[in-house]
């Protein structure tokens, strides 16, 4: 073995160690996403998402991620250069529900020469999730510098009921004292119908588990109106013996004046599909979740429908990306035109939908499922002189107070979903009961 070769090896070993012990996710690929070098924790990452091992191409196994991600490719001209930095991927929960925290990956990807991508896949949800809370955070204690003199704060028992309310709860609100002390704080609370906001107590329950909990929400006024605030909630301990005990909770309200619409503005762009203006996909999940927990205390039911269309490929081959794109619009208009104002419709990515029908039983469900499948058949859009028509398959399910995990939620909803598909399209399928909690 001559020098040359032994300088070589000790370059690969090293090389190898390199990709071995890096902490992030690295991937070798043609540009046409094929995957031809991979170090174990990109594997693992994308063995999360669950479809690298069917084509080890890394656009299909993000594809219900981030679509645009190879169009993005594509459409960078270069030679060579960084083409996206950081881009986050919003997966959904971790795997089996074990967290609470979303998973969210961020993605890389430089462009070595014409044929070949240098990948990078990072884990940043507990970054994200530390992100949320800072902006939380920054934004309430700005508020109270800001404005320091016009915040309420009231005194709650262990129940959240209200012990005490100082004199700006009665100047904000109207209410008297004796209106209040002994109620439950939810006489306070007077969310829109069609938000997915958190009710009272489960605000009270995130405040005893985290120690305090801050929402955005509308309150109410004692001549039946409503005002938007800030609330803030937290835990209030008795420090008197050997270890802290939680003997009540404080809570403090800031009427939201200033800045509204810029947050209305921003809470729409983070939340909502930019393409067909729908919920998205990581904000469908935290509705789900919520919407769950909601259906398992109260033991109303909650349907859920998955929607994919037909042949999408196809169009998108045939017509080109812009008639894709008016394809999903036009399946977005037609769905969110058969729903009620309370049920939430996502674009969970690629052509695939969701819907989620709180209190809706499973009569109701494949009613609105069916109702949706034929708005689809019936709409149209224009392309060179004719009407082009698509059809969508559909599966659903209803969760009860027995439901596992969301996962298993949408589990059976896509299975019945695939059968559709397998059983020759634009149909309506109904998912096996999902199995009770153990």
């Known amino acids: ?30 540009a046409t996403g094929g995957i031809t070098m991979l170090n174990p924790v990109a594997m693992q990452l994308l063995l999360g998402l669950g479809s690298v091992s069917q084509s080890m191409n890394l656009f299909a196994a993000i594809e219900a991620y981030a679509p645009e991600l190879r169009h993005v490719v594509s459409d960078f001209g270069a030679e060579q250069g ?47 999730a530390q992100e949320r809370r800072l902006k939380q955070a920054d934004a309430w204690f700005s508020s109270l510098l800001n404005a320091k003199d016009d915040f309420a704060i009231l005194g709650l028992d262990l129940d959240g009921r209200i012990q005490t309310a100082d004199a700006a709860v009665l100047l904000q609100t109207g209410f008297a004292e004796h209106d209040l002390v002994g109620n439950h704080i939810s006489i306070l609370d007077r969310p829109d119908p069609a938000s997915s906001s958190m009710s009272m107590p489960d605000e009270i329950a995130c405040a005893h588990r985290d120690g305090w909990h801050l929402a955005e929400s509308w309150s109410a006024l004692r001549n039946g109106g409503r005002y938007r605030c800030h609330r803030l909630i937290s835990v209030r301990g008795d420090e008197s013996g050997a270890g802290q005990q939680v003997v009540g909770y404080t809570a403090v309200l800031r009427p939201v004046a200033q800045s509204r619409m810029d947050s209305d503005k921003i ?5 909502t599909d930019h393409l067909t203006g729908v919920c998205n996909r990581a904000h469908f999940f935290d509705i789900a979740e919520e919407e769950l927990r909601r259906c398992l205390r109260t ?44 049920d939430t419709l996502a674009r969970l990515g690629g052509e695939e939908f969701t819907a ?21 058949a019936s709409a149209s859009i224009e392309v060179g002189g004719t009407d082009l028509h698509v059809t969508a398959s559909l599966g659903w399910v209803v969760g009860s107070a027995a439901t596992g995990s969301l996962a298993d939620l949408v589990q059976q909803a896509d299975r019945a979903l695939y059968t559709a598909k397998r059983s020759g399209r634009d149909r309506v399928v109904e998912g096996r009961p999902v199995s009770p909690v153990a």
């Open 1 to 30: 073995m001559t020098a040359v070769d032994d300088e070589f090896e000790r370059d690969s070993t090293d090389l190898l160690q390199f990709l071995y012990a890096c902490p992030v996710g690295l991937i070798r690929a043609d």
């Open 82 to 128: 960084q083409i996206c930095q950081g881009h986050r991927l919003f997966v959904g929960r971790s795997q089996g529900g074990k967290t609470e925290i979303p998973l969210v990956l961020a993605c890389t990807i430089v462009k070595l020469n014409k044929d070949q991508l240098i990948v990078t896949l990072e884990d940043i949800s507990e970054r994200v």
């Open 267 to 271: 809470r729409r762009r983070l939340t």
């Open 299 to 342: 033991g109303r039911p909650v349907g859920l429908i998955s929607l994919d269309i037909d042949y999408f490929k196809l169009v998108n081959d045939t017509h080109g990306h812009a008639v894709g794109d008016q394809v999903l619009k036009m399946v977005a208009s037609a769905c969110a035109a058969v729903l009620r104002p309370i």
């Open 356 to 376: 989620m029908l709180p209190g809706a039983d499973a009569v109701l469900t494949s009613t609105v499922a069916e109702t949706m499948r034929s708005a689809i």
